[in-house]
């Protein structure tokens, strides 16, 4: 036998592709997932990029797509496990708290942040959350001053999520049961004799009998899939204000949407302070550009990454950090570029492609919901589909018909 045939390989070793390689190698299959590591810079970049590289992601079940919080309910409870399993935590408890205006108007903020749908889908969860309405709010996070005519929804048992610890200890299990772990990324692939060679960028190769596409939003760009999927992929950026104090700083992680007469200012996620890699706190912000880039080639994804983000975000950044926290300064503010992808149902696709590849693909919600994205996918690329939830629900849809 070839010592490089696999019976499955995943390609992508983010957070679906680690959970993917995870729950293959946990079932006795042999695996190897191939990704790069994650480049120390963005600058002078080149090659693919990623979703997950940050310290933050919220993980919580006030979505509006049920299914979203139906998955995370389901990665979440084996995560003690896996932290027990590998020493790595990769979870910090946070109140997530959505703040929005009393009485939204139509349009497509209103799909996102319907308060009766979000406080719903978390009741069918059983999951306890809380409705504040604006002095509830000022009572409960003192630091905080949201506009007026502007309510809350409070998960009190929330996370932030680490997605680099995250991946860290989905590889890390998957080591250790058995599952290659391989630093290349994936050129080429050719199905010949029942088989499907991959060839990587360094020129090596691979043979599988089941592939799973894990490659995020750059998913169009690698060129390993015969015709497009409807799913359009964004340069993002995060806006990144150093806190200098993180202990004065008591406040919630908050998925916010500000309007004053009318209009809208903001919209997107406030992360309560991280420890980054670079040894300093920072609170984290989604840049008010997410969707403004979009991206097609892999060309453009590296020029964006190479921009480092799109500055222009951090003077909104400031305004909504001025209101909302007036008590506390920001002088400091970096910006780090992601990649951001979204899918028409705002749904994840897991489904198969050919007889011989799986897709796993999650679009705006994939850190929180990995883990159960990566067993469906797990337990397609070795059989029929045989969960609960009708595999309808996850079934791809394609830019082109065929
Ligand atoms: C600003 C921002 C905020 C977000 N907030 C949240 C949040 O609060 N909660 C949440 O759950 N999610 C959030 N997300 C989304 C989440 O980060 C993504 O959904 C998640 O990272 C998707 O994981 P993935 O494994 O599918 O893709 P990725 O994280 O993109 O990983 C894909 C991997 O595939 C690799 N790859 C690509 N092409 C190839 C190839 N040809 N060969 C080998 N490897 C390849 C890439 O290098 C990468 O490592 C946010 C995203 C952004 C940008």
């Excluded at 190698?25 to 191939?34: C, F, R, S, T």
């Excluded at 409870?77 to 935590?89: C, H, N, Y």
């Excluded at 946070?94 to 703040?99: G, I, L, N």
């Excluded at 008590?327 to 994840?348: K, N, Q, W, Y």
Aim: with cysteine; glycine share 8%; aromatic share 6%.
């Amino acid at each position: 036998m070839q010592t490089n045939h696999h019976e499955v390989v995943v390609v992508g070793a983010g957070p679906i592709g680690s959970a993917t390689a995870r729950h293959l190698a946990e079932q006795g299959v042999d695996v190897a997932v191939i990704g790069p590591e994650e480049p120390a810079s963005p600058e002078g970049h080149a090659g693919t990029w990623a979703g997950y590289y940050d310290e933050g992601r919220l993980c919580h079940v006030l979505e509006v797509p049920l299914m979203t919080s139906m998955l995370t309910m389901r990665s979440l409870r084996r995560f003690d496990a896996l932290r027990t399993r590998t020493g790595i935590g990769f979870t910090t408890p946070t109140h997530s708290v959505t703040v929005l205006p009393e009485n939204l108007g139509p349009g497509s903020a209103a799909t996102w942040f319907d308060r009766r749908v979000l406080a719903a889908n978390a009741r069918d969860l059983g999951v306890v959350v809380h409705e504040l309405d604006e002095e509830g709010l000022r009572a409960a996070y003192p630091d905080l001053r949201v506009e007026p005519g502007h309510v809350a929804l409070v998960q009190p048992d929330a996370y932030i999520l680490n997605p680099r610890a995250l991946v860290r200890a989905q590889l890390a299990a998957a080591r250790q049961d058995g599952a290659h772990v391989v630093r290349d990324e994936v050129n080429t692939t050719e199905t010949r004799g029942g088989r499907v060679r991959l060839t990587g960028r360094t020129g090596a190769t691979w043979t599988a009998d089941q592939v799973v596409l894990a490659t995020g939003a750059a998913t169009n760009m690698t060129g390993l899939l015969a015709r497009p999927l409807a799913l359009s992929a964004f340069g993002a950026t995060v806006v990144l204000a150093e806190v200098e104090d993180p202990g004065s700083l008591d406040m919630p992680t908050m998925m916010m949407l500000k309007y004053r007469d009318g209009a809208r200012l903001y919209g997107g996620i406030v992360m309560a302070p991280r420890p980054y890699p670079d040894g300093r706190w920072y609170l984290k912000l989604a840049g008010t550009s997410l969707l403004d880039t979009p991206l097609e080639t892999a060309e453009q994804t590296a020029a964006w990454v190479r921009s480092g983000g799109n500055r222009a975000d951090i003077p909104e950044a400031a305004a909504v950090l001025r209101d909302l926290l007036p008590h506390h300064e920001f002088t400091t503010f970096r910006t780090r570029p992601c990649l951001v992808a979204s899918t028409p149902g705002d749904r994840p696709y897991i489904d198969r492609v050919d007889e011989h590849t799986v897709l796993a693909v999650e679009a705006e919600r994939g850190a929180m919901s990995a883990d159960e994205i990566g067993r469906l996918a797990a337990m397609l690329a070795r059989g029929p589909w045989t969960d609960t939830i009708p595999h309808e629900v996850f079934q791809a849809e394609w830019a082109e018909p065929v």
